[in-house]
């Protein structure tokens, strides 16, 4: 299994949005296809990254947004010219449960690093132990907790902002 970025071609998009609608859609997760085109847009002008899992195929992967293209939200906590921020981790249902979420945010951060980027943030909704397990695991702590009924509809409906330092 290759964990690495590259240049993406139309039909790496394609499979890239069905992965995430087929299998990121779940009680916890807020995917919308305004979002979907929005992170392709940011990597087609060069302000994000797609992490890949690749075995013959896209097994998964994380996107990477950097700086002033990250949510302007984030600006009360960094300078946005000094950030990184993970908008979207999927990984095939068929390859779930190997470690993969870990290695993509692990490589995500490792490129948030070489693009000299001091820390890197990501949410979750708070109550997502599999998303919390993943992010404990890649040293991520948490920022905030906040009520968020636009992009969370069960639970909780709170959103966990986390970072991690490069």
């Known amino acids: 299994m290759k964990v690495h970025s590259r240049l993406l071609n139309v039909a790496d998009f394609e499979q890239m949005r069905k992965i995430l609608l087929r299998d990121g ?4 997760n807020y995917i919308t296809n305004e979002s979907i085109d ?3 847009q940011l990597i087609r002008d060069g302000k994000a990254l ?7 195929e896209i097994t998964g992967f994380a996107i990477l947004i950097f700086k002033e293209a990250c ?12 950030i990184a921020y993970i908008n979207d981790v999927v990984v095939n249902m068929n390859y779930s ?3 993969i979420g870990s290695t993509l945010l692990q490589k995500a951060i490792e490129l948030a690093h070489k693009g000299q980027c001091e820390k890197v943030y990501i949410e979750r909704h708070e109550e ?3 998303s919390a397990g993943m992010m404990r695991k890649a040293s991520f702590q948490i920022v905030e907790t906040f009520y968020d009924p636009q ?3 069960s639970g909780s409906r709170n959103t966990s902002l986390l970072v991690r330092s490069t």
Do not use: H, M
């Open 50 to 56: 797609a992490v890949l899992a690749e075995d013959n």
């Open 38 to 40: 929005l992170q392709f």
């Open 151 to 153: 992009k969370r509809t």
């Open 97 to 99: 449960g190997k470690g």
């Open 25 to 28: 859609p779940n009680e916890w």
């Open 128 to 130: 997502n132990l599999a």
């Open 71 to 82: 949510p302007s939200t984030l600006s009360q906590y960094s300078d946005l010219s000094t």
